[in-house]
T-cell receptor, first 111, second 113 residues
Framework: GENVEQHPSTLSVQEGDSAVIKCTYS??????FPWYKQELGKGPQLIID???NVGEKKDQRIAVTLNKTAKHFSLHITETQPEDSAVYFC??????????WGAGTKLIIKP | GAGVSQTPSNKVTEKGKYVELRCDPI?????LYWYRQSLGQGPEFLIY????????DSGLPNDRFFAVRPEGSVSTLKIQRTERGDSAVYLC???????????FGSGTQLSVL
């Protein structure tokens, strides 16, 4: 079955700098890759997603890139702000309802 | 309501007791999902409903776990004879359809003493 690995487990960056979180997946048939942000005491919130027919997608300070050949995808956050501090999860899907999740990255923004 | 609502937000119970966790999805969302999240890990799939029926319950860990959605809206996750290992955050999500974006509730923190 599908397996998703996520790195790093913790990332600390200075406010205003960029943050990059990387994920790899095992099933080449996966075609949907969402990223979720989870704040303490809340459920995951979708922040951006990408499908396998697209290599890159951007939404303001957030971007996701996908390399199908290498089977990895990354989340890029630019000009980080204190409110970006949270746990970020990547996931992969075969295009059905079943999401396979990474273990999460705790992002810490230092003032 | 505007989002997915889960009640209670916290539930403390004793080993061996029965618990029910409720999920009220976004109005109009036909798909509903239950996930379980342990500390420091990503959500783990439990069960998926399309309408009233459980389309996939392959993630339920054993027969102590059961979920219903009798009218295709509110869902209840039921756990019998709770064990300490059941302690986790139970998340509910809904979506417009099977391949649509998931919207999560804030979860129920279950603690089994």
């Amino acid at each position: 079955g599908e397996n998703v690995e996520q790195h790093p487990s913790t990332l600390s960056v200075q406010e205003g700098d960029s943050a990059v979180i990387k994920c790899t997946y095992s099933d080449s048939a996966s075609n949907y890759f969402p990223w979720y942000k989870q704040e303490l005491g809340k459920g995951p919130q979708l922040i951006i997603d990408i499908r396998s027919n697209v290599g890159e997608k951007k939404d303001q300070r957030i971007a996701v890139t996908l390399n199908k050949t290498a089977k990895h995808f990354s989340l890029h956050i630019t000009e980080t702000q204190p409110e970006d501090s949270a746990v970020y999860f990547c996931a992969a899907s075969l295009g059905n309802y079943q999401l396979i999740w990474g273990a999460g990255t705790k992002l810490i923004i230092k003032p | 309501g505007a989002g997915v609502s889960q009640t209670p937000s916290n539930k403390v119970t004793e080993k061996g007791k029965y618990v029910e966790l409720r999920c009220d999805p976004i109005s109009g969302h036909t798909a509903l999902y239950w996930y379980r999240q342990s500390l420091g890990q990503g959500p783990e799939f439990l069960i998926y409903f399309q309408g009233t029926g459980a389309a996939d319950d392959s993630g339920l860990p054993n027969d102590r776990f059961f979920a219903v959605r009798p009218e295709g809206s509110v869902s209840t996750l039921k756990i019998q004879r709770t064990e300490r290992g059941d302690s986790a955050v139970y998340l509910c999500a809904s979506s417009l359809g099977a391949n649509e974006k998931l919207f999560f509730g804030s979860g129920t923190q279950l603690s089994v003493l």
